[in-house]
């Protein structure tokens, strides 16, 4: 039987982790090829860095990263913030990436998706979706939440299946950083909708919001700081879930 | 002993690289090429795969000789070969995605989209799957029955002789995951990307 994936995310801005992990065998809290290195022997599905990188000349940062976990981790490995263009992707996998998510730049451009997922495999593209609640359903945002756009979440989460994206990570921004839980409307709602696999995102603060996560359609969960902090372990979160009756790797 | 992973361009290797290295250390020679007498002349050869199969099939043509090369190292000198995903797919007759496109013809039978039973099954099937070892297969040592690997298809290989199936995964159906006959190897899931339990299997298979 699939089981359901724990992928916990580290933000990564110039090489460094920002928010560390409250672990006391680790030497450096700040290094990600570490922190990596301890979810994936802690049981981690995947493990995704997200890079808040902010200025091109720092950049250069995330490949070395990405390279020196690639040797470490074997489990797969998805980055993504900051990718651009068929070149970014590219040079993403070459370091040891297994899969790219694209935010942004799939929204000015579905063309990107389209091409990349022909060019490198539908099974690397992840498109990430930044969804905010509004009157009559959810807009996506771009830059990193910054900027409206006007579009339908729905109708762009299937308007990026239809260009050949492997999976959809899917953030509410109206849940991002609250740890009161996924929303999980929209969760059910895009996982109904499309027929590729769904990563809930934004706001877990318990385990209980993972099994409601996984509850709504998801075929995987994301979730940042209660791993960062230490609040529980990715063993704690599957025992739970399993304790649940949801279907976990343990 | 020296080990090739065939470079023909058929997106991301990075992963199967590292993971060889990973097991090999410095006891086994790993070398990633597509110069076929670099091929011909070793002990194993692993081809990798991603991305369709037709495209992973125009890579393998691309590269003038290739074919010949891997006929030559793994039906005639019958020399150890491991395909993954694509990789393994490929020994098919014939592969449905994109177009009907012509496989390596290895192992006799076809590649076709899994059946997700109008949507109730999502696609690619993408994770930690079980796999049910039918077979006993040296590459399978060690490695307990029901044992999770990582997952990321939507084709899947249907071999004419069911007696090639080494393992099997559930998912709509029971969908073949593991073949092998005689010297030949394949795993539909990424050992590469299945953490302890995936090196175990390369470690399996750099000892053959």
Redesign the interface.
Known sequence: ?????IIPCLDVKNGRVVKGINFVDLKDAGDPVEQAKIY?DGGA?EICFLDITASNENRETIFDVVKKT??KC???LTVGGGVRNVNDISKL??????KVSINTAAVENSKLVEESS???????IVVAIDAKKNETGWEIFTHGGRNSTGINALDFAIKMEKCGA??LLVTSMDKDGTQSGYDIDLMKKISSTV???VIASGGVGTLDHLVEGLKSGA??VLAASIFHYGTYSLTEAKQYLASKNIPV?I | MNITIVDYKS??I??VI??F??VAKDKVKIEVTSDIKKIKSSDKVVLPG???FK?CVDGLNNISGLIDSLNEFAINNKKPLLGICVGLQMFADIGYEETETKGLGWISGKVSKID?QN?KY?????????INIVKESNIFKDIENNS?M?????YEFIPNDKNVISATT??SSNVVCAVEKENIFGTQFHP?????I??KIIDNFIKL
């Open positions: 039987m699939l089981k359901n994936r994936s599905d690639s040797k074997f489990v797969p996998l070459n370091c040891g990436a297994d022909i060019k490198f495999g539908s099974q690397c492997g999976e027929n590729i696999p075929s995987a790797r | 997106g991301n990075s992963s590292n993971s290295n990973e991603q991305g369709s495209s997700n949507g999502k696609l690619p099937h993408i994770g930690w799957n079980q999770h990582y997952f990321v298809h939507s559930d998912y590469e990307k299945s953490d302890k995936g090196l």
